[in-house]
C-alpha cells in the first residue's frame, strides 16, 4: 500500500494536465494507466487546436499546462484557422505527429519528481463518512489518497461497434473498464451513454498523392507560410513539415451507404449512446443531408516516419469489407487499403451537473471527474478540465481557495460553466459561438488575460513569469505610443493594418522579435476594437454582480416562496453556486431568478408539515 495526496486515474489528455497541475503545486501524485506507451494518446485525429479549440490551448498554456508546447514541439503543419473573419475567431491548429507528442508528453510527465507513475488497471473508488480515502487496483493493491481525479476517457463500459461486430473495449486495443464504471455508479451518481467514432487508417503505400494531385482528384494542403505557435513560451516558430490532400466524397459513397445502412448499428438499433452532432459520421452526412452533393475528406499523416493515413470525415462504423469498398469508391484512393477500419465506441459518462465548479463532485469530497466522463469530446476539452481539476485538488487538500475562472475571464470558464450548470445531452464541443464576451477572450491575448492567474495558482515559474512581466510592459508602453500618435487614429479605419505601418517606417514600437507578430496582433486589436471592447467589458462588469452573489452549499430551495416545482428541482439538482449560475439553468425564468436573489439575503422559513388527518366521528 502506499500513500499519495492525489492520485489520477487515466494518463489521456486530461489525466497528464490534471497530475502536471497537482504536481507542480507540490502534491506528491499517482499517476494510473494500464500502459505507459498510451500516455496522451490520440486515439482519433492526429491534431490539436482548431475553430475555439485553439483557444482552449492558448489558455491551457497561459496557465502553466502542458498542451501548447507538447504541440509547438511535435507538431508537422500549422494553420491559422478563420483568418478571413475577425480577431475574435481565429484560431490556431496543427497535424501532430502522434508518436513523438505522446513521447514528448511522457517526458515532461517523467521529468516531475511529485509523480509516481501506477501502472494497471484501476478498480474501486474508496470513500469513508462521505470522503474520498484511496483507490483498490484490480490485482488487489491499495493505494490511499486525498484527492481522487477520474480521467477514463471512453473506457467506462466500453463497446466498440464494426458492423455487427462487437468488443468490450475503450479503444482499439485496449480493454474497458468495468469494475470502475460499476464502482462510480454505486455512489448513486447520474449517468448516460454517449457514442463517439473514428475513420478507417490506410496504408500510406497504397496512394499515389502525386498522380492524384495531377489528375485532380486530391488538391494539397499546405501550412501557412510563417506558422503561428501554441505557446506562449515558443521563441521559434514552428515548421511545416508534411502535406495534407483535400478530396471529396461521389455519388457512388452515397449509394454504397445507403445500400448498406441496415448493417451500420447506428441505423439498426444495435447503438444507443448519443452522438456528436457537430461532427457526424458519415452514415449521418448522407442521411442527415441528402441534398448535399459531397462532402469534405482529408488524408492527413499521422507522423512523419509511420504507415498511417488519417481519413478526417470519414467517421463510420459500418461493417469492414463495406469500409474497403467506400474508401476506393473516394476519388484517388482506388487502389488504397485499409490497415485497420474505422468503429463507433459506446462508453458510460456522469451528467456534469453532478459537479462544482471546481470539478469536484457534490457527492463525495475529494473526488473530481475531467474530461470525456463529464460528456465531452475532443482533446482540448479534456486537456482543460484536466488543468482545473488538477488545481482545485491540491487547493482542496490544503483547505484553499477554488479555482474558477468566469465566462468573461476564458473559454475555460465556459467550457466548465456550461458543463456543471446546463449538462449533456451529447456530446459537448466547445465553439465560438459559446462565448457571449468573444471578442474579449481572442488568443493573441490569453496570455495577458491569464498568466497572473497561473502565477497565482502557483504554475508559472519564475523563468516564464519574468518572460510574461516584459511582454506586458512592453504591450502597456506601446499602447502609449498608438495613444499619442496618429497611427492611433490610423488604425481606426479600415483597411488601415499596423504590420504595414510598420513596414513602411511610419511607426516605431518595442517589439521583441519572437513575438513580435503577436505583439502587435494584440495591439491592433485593442485599437481597432477599443469601442466594442469597451461595450464588453461594462457588459460582464454588470454581469458579475449576479456572479458575487454566492448561494450556499445548504440553500433550502424547497422553502422560497413563489418558485415553482419545477425551478425547485433544477436548482436542487444543479445546485449552482451563484445567483449568476443560476440564472443559466436551463428552465430557469427571469421572474424565479429574481424571486431567488430577493430570498437569498432573508431568512428562510420552516417548511410547515401538513396537519395530520382526524378520522371522522364514527355515529
Known amino acids: 500500500m502506499s500513500r499519495f495526496d492525489v492520485i489520477v486515474i487515466g494518463a489521456g489528455h486530461a ?47 497561459a496557465l502553466g499546462g502542458l498542451m501548447g508546447r507538447a504541440i509547438d514541439a511535435t507538431g508537422l503543419q500549422f494553420k491559422l484557422l478563420n483568418r478571413s473573419r475577425g480577431p475574435a475567431v481565429w484560431s490556431p491548429r496543427a497535424q501532430a505527429d502522434k508518436r513523438l507528442y505522446a513521447a514528448w508528453v511522457r517526458e515532461a510527465i ?36 486525498a484527492a481522487l481525479i477520474v480521467t477514463t476517457g471512453t473506457f467506462l463500459n466500453g463497446l466498440i461497434h464494426i458492423g455487427d461486430e462487437q468488443h468490450p473495449a475503450g479503444r482499439h486495443g485496449e480493454p474497458p473498464s468495468r469494475e470502475l464504471a460499476d464502482s462510480i455508479k454505486s455512489f ?47 521563441t521559434e516558430a514552428p515548421r511545416n513539415q508534411i502535406r495534407c490532400w483535400l478530396l471529396h466524397t461521389t455519388d457512388r459513397v452515397r449509394e454504397i451507404v445507403r445500400a448498406n445502412l441496415a448493417r451500420s448499428p447506428l441505423y439498426n438499433g444495435r447503438i444507443q449512446g448519443i452522438g456528436p452532432r457537430y461532427c457526424p459520421s458519415l452514415e449521418d452526412k448522407i442521411m442527415r443531408f441528402p441534398d448535399r452533393e459531397r462532402h469534405q475528406i482529408y488524408l492527413e499523416p499521422e507522423g512523419l516516419d509511420v504507415d498511417e493515413i488519417y481519413v478526417n470525415g470519414f467517421s463510420m462504423s459500418l461493417p469492414r469489407a463495406v469500409q474497403e469498398a467506400l ?14 477500419p474505422g468503429y463507433a465506441v459506446e462508453y458510460d459518462f456522469v451528467q456534469p451537473t453532478e459537479l462544482k465548479s471546481t470539478l469536484q463532485t457534490q457527492r463525495i469530497d475529494g473526488l473530481f471527474f475531467a474530461g470525456q466522463i463529464n460528456g465531452t469530446s475532443g482533446y482540448e476539452e479534456a486537456a482543460a478540465q484536466g488543468l482545473v481539476a488538477g488545481i482545485n485538488a491540491a487547493r482542496a487538500i490544503r483547505d484553499e481557495a ?34 457571449e464576451h468573444r471578442l474579449l477572450l481572442r488568443i493573441d491575448n490569453a496570455d495577458l488575460r491569464l498568466t497572473p492567474l497561473g502565477r497565482e495558482a502557483g504554475l508559472v515559474d519564475d523563468r516564464r513569469w519574468t518572460r510574461f512581466a516584459a511582454r506586458r510592459a ?9 495613444d499619442t500618435t496618429r497611427a492611433g487614429v490610423l488604425l481606426r479605419r479600415p483597411g488601415i493594418r499596423l504590420r504595414d505601418l510598420l513596414d513602411r517606417g511610419e511607426l516605431a514600437l518595442d517589439l521583441e522579435p519572437s513575438s513580435g ?24 462588469q454588470r454581469l458579475r454582480k449576479q456572479e458575487r452573489r454566492r448561494i450556499p452549499d445548504d440553500f433550502a430551495f424547497a422553502r422560497v416562496p413563489g418558485l415553482s416545482r419545477e425551478a425547485v428541482q433544477r436548482l436542487s439538482q444543479v445546485r449552482p453556486e451563484t445567483l449568476g449560475q443560476a440564472s443559466r439553468i436551463p428552465g430557469m425564468t427571469p421572474a424565479a431568478v429574481a424571486v431567488l436573489g430577493v430570498f437569498l ?18 355515529n
Not at 521529468?111 to 474508496?126: C, M
Not at 474508401?327 to 485499409?338: I, N, T
Open 601 to 618: 439575503d432573508r431568512p428562510l422559513t420552516p417548511l410547515t408539515p401538513p396537519a395530520p388527518l382526524t378520522p371522522p366521528a364514527s
Open 402 to 435: 477554488p479555482f474558477t475562472l468566469a465566462r468573461d475571464e476564458a473559454y475555460i470558464g465556459i467550457l466548465v460553466d456550461d458543463l456543471v450548470t446546463r449538462g449533456c445531452l451529447e456530446p459537448y464541443r466547445m465553439f465560438t459561438s459559446r462565448a
Open 188 to 234: 448513486g451518481f447520474e449517468t448516460g451513454r454517449l457514442k463517439t467514432g473514428t475513420p478507417p487508417r490506410l496504408h500510406r503505400e497504397s496512394i499515389d498523392f502525386d498522380g492524384a494531385v495531377r489528375a485532380g482528384a486530391f488538391a494539397e494542403e499546405c501550412g501557412d507560410a510563417v506558422p503561428v505557435p501554441f505557446s506562449f513560451d515558443t
Open 474 to 482: 512592453r504591450h502597456e508602453r506601446n499602447q502609449r505610443t498608438l
Open 110 to 145: 517523467d521529468r516531475e519528481p511529485n509523480i509516481t507513475w501506477l501502472v494497471g488497471k484501476a478498480g474501486r473508488v474508496l470513500v469513508e463518512h462521505g470522503r474520498i480515502t484511496g483507490l483498490a487496483m484490480e490485482d488487489g493493491d491499495r493505494h490511499d489518497c
Open 517 to 540: 507578430d503577436l505583439e502587435v496582433a494584440t495591439l491592433e486589436n485593442d485599437v481597432k476594437y477599443a469601442g466594442y471592447l469597451k461595450q464588453e467589458t461594462l457588459r460582464a
Open 327 to 340: 474508401v476506393r469508391a473516394l476519388p484517388g484512393l482506388e487502389q488504397a487499403s485499409m490497415i485497420r
Open 15 to 61: 489525466g497528464v494536465e490534471a497530475a502536471y497541475a497537482a504536481a507542480r503545486l507540490g502534491c506528491s501524485v499517482g499517476l494510473c494507466t494500464m500502459s505507459r506507451d498510451t500516455v496522451a494518446h490520440m486515439p482519433c485525429n492526429p491534431a490539436i487546436g482548431g475553430t475555439a479549440k485553439g483557444h482552449l490551448v492558448r489558455e491551457i498554456d
